[in-house]
């Protein structure tokens, strides 16, 4: 579903990322692990074109190569930015997106998902008035609106309090479940655990790990991964 | 596609309805131009006349700069830019939305300043409007089309609002003398049949760069 | 990584302009007659004329640095775009330096706003913005992009501005000297100086150009270090 090849991306003299080699089979949940400044958010920018690559190559789609236009409507992108406008109210903002998107979502579906993300009555209300986590649960409304195959995560828990933790986490599970494609760079290893069939550690720009979530436990894993971490 | 620079161009002027932060900020900026030159220009009160296309023409270029400053500024408010980068359209089409959205801006704020500018410098106008509103028309299309460009290129810099000025103004130079030449044709010579000219030269710069910037703008949108 | 600083070429270069600067000073200052009316004013000519072709040059240089780079991606391209920006402008400013020298005793003013001393003075503007925008973008690939797209807007600008302020300020005399009118006892030395001026633009921009592609060197050089630590 994604491949990437040999993927480098400099910042002037420092290297966020160097000779990373990636293959994401289709419904495959890969968590990324790594600390901060590891090349994550630079993987998932690049996966979602948002950034591009200082050489090397991605290839998003299967059997066939999607244009990068096609690539972006397969892909629902969620970070820690909640990507939404301020002065706009939910339902403004889900018009908007929802239209861009080429979803065919009549008010009425549009303030249903706003309340399955625990926000009904406020659908009218502007963003702006929202509390971080209540914007970040908008954002898992507005990332995923179109229902994309490919779920590229950064860190999305962040700001969520556990009401909002528990939906996208039964989001995730049930993406998973229906086949759906996910990567997920996050910090909280057990969470990652919990959530992912694939383990990757990314450390200095390369993946330095990459386990089947079914070959390791969590304390074998996390032994291993602290040795990646030390090791460099 | 229509519907999607449709929807872009809507949003942008949604927000602005409702924050008003642009358009207060130009026209309060163009009517403060106007008044400090009404002092610069103390000297010549008699001709004055002649003098007040060129100050509407700085006053429109100053005032728009400031919007088309705002236009990427805003989208950087909660990575918004980044969600209008993951959609899946052409990004041609997210500049064609947000020029138009500026054009809009400009063209209200322009007819704010010409109303002042009347009182300022006590001028009559009445048949001249309709030929006016096409010049205003066609000079701020041709400022927009790079403005939205180079406002582009300027988010992407560490000097953000303060660089925009320093690239723009050489850039719509060709745009700025024929819009000048046009309105003066319009309030002072009154030579109609001369007007064709300026309104060429705009129109070529507007449909050359209105090209150039839909092509390149994939380019200079990054995040 | 493997051009050498200084190549044979560059070095056979340098003796090359070295003789034709040499033949240029003795044909604008020896060479070539005394003009009637100026005086030996008129030879400030045989280095005003040609700056301004070789700055010309210089930008459409950078355009095709600017497209190359857009299409291929290699820095190699910006380098040659920044190179030719940066060498135009200083030539430019020659230009712009030397005319009003040239023309305070002759026109009586420092400065009209006659259509080629506008144009010049635009394409000039045009072009320190360029170098502004790359001064202000930090990241060496971003920068290659921004800066290639100002400089095709910049280039497309040109005849544009050009066109412009011919038509509307036609009522100006243009410059007195035109090529086309210069005396044909002057024109060794014209050409004398544009081919030397020429040899010096290939010359500087070669050795910018290597400058720039040395710092991307470092640039990796350091990155290496940085993953090897």
């Known amino acids: ?232 | 596609m229509l519907a999607m620079i449709w929807a872009i161009f809507r949003k942008d002027l949604l927000i602005e309805l409702r924050t008003k932060d642009s358009l207060n900020a130009m026209l309060f900026f163009g009517i403060v131009v106007l008044v400090i030159f009404n002092f610069a220009l103390e000297s010549i009160r008699e001709s004055i006349r002649a003098a007040v296309p060129g100050v509407l023409w700085v006053a429109f270029a100053f005032s728009g700069t400031l919007g088309l400053n705002r236009m990427f500024a805003a989208e950087k408010e909660n990575s918004c830019l980044q969600g209008l980068l993951m959609l899946p359209v052409d990004r041609g089409v997210i500049y064609l939305g947000k020029m138009l959205a500026a054009t809009v801006f400009m063209l209200v704020t322009e007819a704010v300043i010409f109303i002042f500018s009347l009182v300022f410098f006590n001028l009559t106008v009445w048949n001249e409007i309709p030929y006016l509103v096409l010049v205003f028309f066609i000079g701020t299309l041709g400022f927009t089309t790079v403005g939205a460009l180079l406002s582009a290129i300027s988010v992407n810099t560490k000097m953000r609002e303060v660089l925009l000025p320093l690239i723009l103004f050489p850039v719509i130079l060709p745009v700025l003398v024929n819009a000048v030449e046009a309105t003066n044709i319009i309030l002072n010579t009154v030579d109609y049949r001369t007007l064709k000219l300026p309104l060429t030269i705009m129109s070529v710069f507007t449909i050359i760069f209105g090209t150039i910037s839909y092509l390149l703008f994939e380019y200079v949108l990054e995040d | ?229």
Not at chain 1, 59 to 78: E, F, K, Q, S, V
Not at chain 1, 165 to 188: E, N, P, Q
Not at chain 3, 35 to 58: C, N, W
Not at chain 3, 166 to 183: A, F, K, N, Q
């Open chain 3, 1 to 229: 990584m493997d051009q050498k600083p200084q190549s044979r070429f560059d070095t056979a270069l340098g003796v090359i302009l070295f003789l034709v600067m040499i033949g240029a000073l003795y044909m604008a200052f020896l060479g070539a007659p005394r003009e009637k009316t100026m005086g030996d004013l008129q030879r400030i000519f045989y280095f005003h004329a040609p700056s301004g072709i070789v700055g010309l040059l210089a930008f459409a240089l950078n355009f095709v640095g600017s497209v190359m780079y857009l299409i291929k991606k290699d820095r190699q391209w910006d380098n040659l775009a920044l190179a030719s920006a940066e060498i135009g402008v200083m030539f430019l400013t020659i230009l712009l330096v030397t005319g009003p020298i040239w023309a305070k005793p002759v026109w009586l003013v420092w400065w009209t706003w006659s259509p080629r001393l506008t144009s010049s003075l635009i394409l000039w503007m045009l072009y320190i913005a360029y170098l502004l925008v790359r001064n202000y973008v930090p990241d060496p690939d971003r920068r290659a992009m921004m800066s290639a797209v100002f400089g095709i807007v910049a280039f497309v600008d040109a005849p544009i501005v050009w066109f412009s302020i011919r038509w509307w300020r036609d009522i100006h005399p243009s410059p007195m000297l035109e090529t086309g009118g210069l005396s044909p006892a002057m024109r060794p030395a014209f050409y004398t100086c544009w081919a030397a001026f020429m040899v010096l633009f290939l010359y500087l921009v070669r050795r910018r150009f290597y400058l720039e592609s040395a710092r991307n060197d470092v640039e990796l050089l350091a990155r290496q270090v940085d993953i090897a630590r």
């Open chain 1, 1 to 232: 579903m994604i491949e990437v090849h040999a993927l480098a991306k400099y910042f002037g003299r420092f290297s966020a990322l160097r000779d990373l080699h990636l293959t994401v089979r289709e419904g495959e949940f890969i968590a990324l692990f790594g600390r901060n400044g590891a090349g994550k958010t630079t993987l998932l920018r690049i996966l979602a074109g948002l950034s591009r690559p200082s050489s090397g190559e991605v290839r998003i789609g299967t059997p066939h190569n999607l244009t990068p236009r096609a690539a972006r409507g397969a892909m629902g992108y969620l970070s820690h930015n909640t990507a939404l406008y301020a002065d706009l109210t939910a339902l403004e903002n889900l018009r908007f997106f929802a239209r861009l998107m080429d979803v065919h979502a009549r008010d009425a579906d549009l303030i249903e998902r706003i309340a399955r993300v625990g926000l009904s009555g406020r659908e009218s209300e502007p963003v702006r008035n929202y509390s971080r986590g209540m914007q970040q649960r908008l954002a898992i409304a507005r990332a995923f609106l179109h229902d994309p195959s490919i779920l590229l995560l950064d860190e999305p828990f962040t700001g969520l309090d556990q009401h909002g933790t528990h939906f996208l986490k039964g989001y995730l599970t049930d993406s998973h479940a229906r086949g759906k494609t996910c990567v997920m760079a996050i910090h909280d290893a057990p969470l990652g655990y919990e959530l992912a069939d694939r383990l990757v550690v990314i450390e200095k720009g390369v993946a330095a790990l990459d386990v089947r979530k079914s070959d390791v436990t969590l304390e074998q894993f996390m032994d291993r991964y602290k040795a990646v971490a030390e090791e460099r």
